[in-house]
């Protein structure tokens, strides 16, 4: 920022002749700029800039700059990584931090448990190969609604979830028959040793598929899993809803019409969920 844009952006707040005589330029000089017309950069800038704007909203306040210049080259702008995060920076506009996870299903430890299979191997090389599976809450003003999900390790995408206000082994074989009903059985299913999962309901769900479960309070087991749940939280639930139907329809909103379709992941080369499998299997 040049000593003249420095002025114009505090003059409301000081005297111009007295930010003239410490910044020594001279008030005339000043002026001179002021009517001066804008250069092409500058109203190059001003039109990203309004574009960066536009973008940071849609993605609720959450893309940084990397997340921002790959969306403005899907529409065609151009403009280099660092003028993006630059322009950034003079706008104000940073991504929300992301809130820790809470572990949220219940120790199951007299249940049968599998082994971790998975071994935090968080690679596949097709759809159905890997399937995390993990429950969360979302905090509302009428009491918890809880969030059962399954997401698919290939694209990162989210093939199953339910919801509910009791936390139940329904719950979890809701989002499951959900998943399979659209998906078919996965290759591998992993989750945590909570009695949700190690259910006879459940695991009924699940004959021929390879089971895989994390260790006791080992939560990196389910690393994927938990970042998906921290997205959510920081992106949609970053306060408690009005009522659980307010919750339930933002959640649904989140996943089906903004995670699955439209969230750039970096890992998926700035692809969302949707987008990297029809890319990727196409």
């Not at 390879?210 to 309070?217: A, E, F, K, Q, R």
Request: charged share 25%.
């Amino acid at each position: 920022m040049s000593r003249y844009q420095f002025i114009a952006t505090q003059r409301k707040r000081w005297p111009v002749s007295r930010m003239c005589a410490v910044l020594e330029v001279s008030v005339s000089g000043f002026y001179d700029w002021v009517k001066r017309p804008p250069s092409g950069r500058a109203q190059a800038n001003q039109v990203l800039a309004a574009q960066i704007v536009a973008i940071h909203r849609h993605s609720r306040q959450t893309y940084g700059y990397l997340r921002i210049h790959a969306q403005l080259q899907r529409e065609g702008a151009r403009a280099g990584k660092h003028r993006v995060a630059r322009l950034m920076r003079q706008l104000g506009l940073h991504p929300r931090q992301r809130k820790r996870f809470r572990r949220t299903t219940q120790p199951g430890q007299r249940q049968p448990v599998a082994p971790n299979v998975l071994a935090k191997d968080f690679t596949a090389s097709r759809p159905n190969e890997k399937w995390l599976v993990d429950i969360t809450y979302i905090a509302t003003r009428e009491g918890w609604l809880y969030l059962a999900g399954v997401l698919d390790v290939f694209s990162r995408r989210i093939v199953g979830w339910s919801m509910s206000d009791r936390l139940d082994r329904s719950l979890p074989c809701a989002a499951l028959n959900m998943a399979l009903e659209q998906r078919g059985k996965p290759a591998l299913h992993h989750s945590d040793r909570g009695s949700q999962y190690t259910s006879a309901d459940y695991l009924a769900l699940l004959k021929g598929v390879t089971l895989s479960m994390s260790g006791v309070d080992h939560c990196y087991d389910n690393a994927m899993k938990e970042s998906f749940w921290g997205k959510l939280k920081t992106e949609c639930a970053d306060r408690p809803f009005a009522s659980r139907a307010a919750a339930r329809l933002a959640v649904f909103e989140y996943v089906e019409l903004w995670y699955n379709r439209q969230r750039l992941h970096s890992a998926l080369g700035y692809l969302s969920p949707v987008d990297f499998e029809l890319a990727m299997t196409s």
